[in-house]
């Protein structure tokens, strides 16, 4: 495993200047900005996690002001008690992306939501006070908990919440892999555990949020 050092020297050689390299680095939300998001927020961002998967984001998010008016603005109490006979009904509206599976989502999303907010104040501050140091165990709850949200979905969701994440791009793997930390996209807890600990070690070293460093990771493949 490569350290800190290295990865930093790699990424200004790449780009010329600290300048240029940090105009590319994204940055995550504060704790109090996560905080302050909205449930119905947090649930219309899932939904829109889920449609996203597979299909254009351009093609999905030109509809989403009909998903937000068919789904009651993504209130989770409203959305939680359509039935599944409304459901059925929205695959009649030509408004809508109709795949039932991803409709189907929205009410079991909804409860998700409800059951955070019951267990721990609001979606937000789940979210909010999740350590970054085990950010795959957030993986895993949403991926358990929620519906559609296995694979990469849940740090897809977390990077579109601005939810400092790594995330387990074909560009990061690789990385990984060259770097003798994984062999294989990580999907077992055991893999997963491996590459936090890789991200834990160049955060500890850097004082860099792990989403900055999995940019950079990625900077390091195939160029």
Request: with cysteine; proline share 4%.
């Amino acid at each position: 495993m490569q350290d800190y050092r290295w990865l930093h020297e790699y990424c200004l050689n790449r780009f010329g200047s600290a300048q240029a390299l940090e105009a590319l680095l994204p940055q995550p939300r504060t704790a109090d900005e996560l905080r302050a998001i909205a449930d119905d927020r947090y649930l219309s961002t899932i939904a829109l996690r889920v449609f996203r998967a597979g299909l254009r984001h351009s093609l999905v998010d030109a509809k989403w002001p009909a998903f937000e008016e068919a789904f009651f603005g993504f209130a989770p109490e409203k959305a939680v008690l359509m039935s599944a006979e409304h459901i059925e009904r929205l695959m009649q509206n030509t408004r809508l992306i109709r795949h039932l599976g991803k409709l189907r989502s929205v009410p079991r999303n909804a409860q998700l939501v409800l059951d955070i907010r019951a267990e721990y104040g609001s979606m937000g501050n789940l979210i909010a006070d999740w350590p970054e140091d085990d950010i795959v165990g957030l993986w895993r709850l949403l991926a358990k908990r929620g519906a559609q949200l296995g694979g990469q979905s849940a740090p897809r969701l977390l990077r579109m919440l601005g939810k400092d994440t790594w995330a387990p791009s074909e560009d990061v793997v690789a990385a990984l892999k060259a770097q003798g930390i994984l062999d294989k996209m990580p999907t077992s807890q055991r893999d997963q555990a491996a590459a936090q600990a890789a991200f834990n070690q160049w955060r500890a070293d850097s004082g860099r949020p792990l989403c900055q460093l999995s940019a950079m990771l990625a900077f390091t493949v195939n160029h």
